[in-house]
């Protein structure tokens, strides 16, 4: 299935009573690259979590494609082709990384965890070591790969370089730049790594206390420090 197009309209949503995001609206067009950025406890994570149903609903609207998910459960979102790569690395530790990747097959043919081997070389080498044994980098790359054999319409990734050498963060989104450039998925990407996660984006948001409060070109933000700073509050670079 080749990418969908991602619609969000006035999204709120949080946890139980508690309020976290409001008026929450873009789109990210088929194919397209979005890297969502913000401080830590803004809200990133949660609105990830909400595109997935993972969160209490308040209002508005998400739309994979021409398909209205907003009602739907987690599961189902996923089927609609939404998949998430959370913050917290989701493997199982007591299995190996060829039954972890099983798990994430469904059915589907072999040959898909052929095609994720060659994508990511270090997980065909290390195939029957535990999940335990994994470092940080692979245990990465084994969440990713889990999630590309649902063969997402739309990914969405949460800090996928957290705690990385950049050697491994080099190569990570190497990875996931391929895979948006292959037209197969549109992308959304959280990352603290601001440099980094501008070289990806095409579009980016920028959130503070669950609001956006900057939408625009990658470009655009690069240039302007005092804009990076008063948004961010870190230097570029
Ligand atoms: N399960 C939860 N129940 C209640 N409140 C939560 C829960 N998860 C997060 N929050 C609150 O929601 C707010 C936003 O948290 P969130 O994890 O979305 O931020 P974030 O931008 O992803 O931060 P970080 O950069 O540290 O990952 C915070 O105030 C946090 O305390
Ligand atoms: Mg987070």
């Not at 998400?62 to 913050?87: E, I, M, N, S």
Request: aromatic share 4%.
């Amino acid at each position: 299935m080749p990418a969908a197009r991602l619609e969000v309209q006035g999204l709120a949503a949080g946890y139980g009573s508690v309020g976290i995001l409001g008026d929450i609206s873009f789109a990210v067009p088929a194919g397209g690259r979005l890297t969502v950025l913000g401080r830590n406890g803004v809200g990133k994570t949660t609105l990830l979590a909400t595109l997935m149903g993972l969160t209490t609903h308040k209002g508005g609207s998400v739309k994979v494609g021409d398909r209205d998910v907003t009602g739907l459960k987690t599961y189902a979102r996923a089927a609609a082709g939404l998949g998430y790569v959370p913050q917290t690395r989701d493997i199982f530790r007591s299995l190996t990384v060829e039954e972890n990747l099983f798990t994430g097959l469904k059915g589907r043919p072999r040959t898909d965890l052929e095609a994720i081997y060659t994508m990511f070389p270090r997980l065909a080498e290390r195939r029957n070591h535990g999940g335990m044994q994994l470092s940080g980098g692979e245990q990465q790359m084994l969440t990713l790969a889990r999630t590309l054999l649902g063969k997402p319409t739309v990914l969405l990734l949460d800090e996928p370089l957290e705690g990385l050498a950049p050697v491994i963060c080099d190569q990570l989104m190497e990875t996931v730049l391929k895979l948006a450039q292959s037209g197969e998925m549109t992308v959304v990407l959280v990352e603290q790594q601001i440099e980094r996660a501008l070289d990806f984006a095409d579009d980016v948001m920028v959130i503070e206390r669950g609001r956006i409060v900057w939408q625009g070109q990658a470009p655009q933000l690069r240039a302007d420090q005092g804009l990076v700073d008063s948004l961010l509050g870190v230097g570029i670079g």
